[in-house]
Every structure is written in structure tokens, then in C-alpha cells.
């Protein structure tokens, strides 16, 4: 079991931590991975805060290779049309093709993932007691 670790987690632990406590138990478990699209999320705002130690450790977590299917993102993004989950992202649904495509589990704290869960089969971080 992998677990992609989504941007808003990542702000969270950096920030304050009261969301994502549970990332420190999967670091330790070796489970935590990342994909280009989340790094191009973070890095940038890193880069300025002059946080290259964390850069560096992002960078050394496992890295999942981004193979975008826009069919799967076209019906992703249908799906939700039709269910009325509006003004998700093209990015998130492209998260949510890599979450499909390598069997992860997605950890997120971006609410509109459980409204897309409801309509495209994925699974969520449930959090550890």
C-alpha cells in the first residue's frame, strides 16, 4: 500500500500540522508518496522561502510517474458535471487518474475528493486513531 500524499496535506503538516498528524506514522511505515504534479504545487513557494532542506526531502520520496488518460479525465470531470461537483480542477482530476491508475490510496484534506469519491472509485486515507 502507497499513500499520495496531496498538496493540502503537505501545507498543513508544514503550516500547523492539526489536519495531517498522521504523516509522521507514514513516513516511519515508508508508505508516503508523491507525484511532479503535487511537487509543481509546493516547490515554487518553497524555492521563495528559501526551504531547500524540505525541497530536497520531497524530492527524495517515491515518485510516481504522471500517465495522464484524458479520456478518464473528460469522464472524471463528466461525471461530476452531471452529479453537481462543480469547478473541480483539472488537476485534481489528474491526481485522481495517477490514485487509479497505480492502486494508491489518496491523502487529502480537500473536501471536494469525498464529493468525487461518491462518483469515480478511489480510495481516501481514513484517519489513524
Known amino acids: 500500500m502507497n499513500i499520495?500524499?496531496?498538496?493540502?496535506?503537505?501545507?498543513?503538516?508544514?503550516?500547523t500540522g492539526v489536519g495531517s498528524q498522521d504523516i509522521d506514522k507514514y513516513i516511519d511505515q515508508n508508505i508516503?508518496?508523491?507525484?511532479d504534479l503535487i511537487l509543481a504545487e509546493l516547490v515554487p513557494f518553497l524555492r521563495i522561502k528559501k526551504q531547500n532542506k524540505v525541497i530536497k526531502l520531497l524530492?527524495?520520496?517515491k515518485n510516481i510517474p504522471l500517465k495522464i488518460n484524458w479520456h478518464n479525465i473528460i469522464d472524471f470531470q463528466t461525471a461530476c458535471i452531471e452529479n453537481g461537483i462543480n469547478k473541480i480542477g483539472i488537476p485534481d482530476l489528474i491526481?485522481?487518474?495517477?490514485?487509479?491508475?497505480?492502486?494508491?490510496?489518496?491523502y487529502t484534506l480537500d473536501?471536494?475528493?469525498?464529493?468525487?469519491q461518491k462518483r469515480i472509485n478511489f480510495s481516501i486515507v481514513d484517519p489513524l486513531p
Do not use: A, P
Open 4 to 15: 499520495l500524499v496531496d498538496s493540502s496535506v503537505w501545507i498543513d503538516y508544514f503550516r
Open 32 to 35: 508516503i508518496c508523491i507525484n
Open 59 to 61: 524530492n527524495e520520496l
Open 111 to 116: 473536501k471536494h475528493f469525498k464529493l468525487m
Open 95 to 106: 491526481i485522481v487518474d495517477n490514485v487509479i491508475q497505480n492502486d494508491l490510496i489518496l
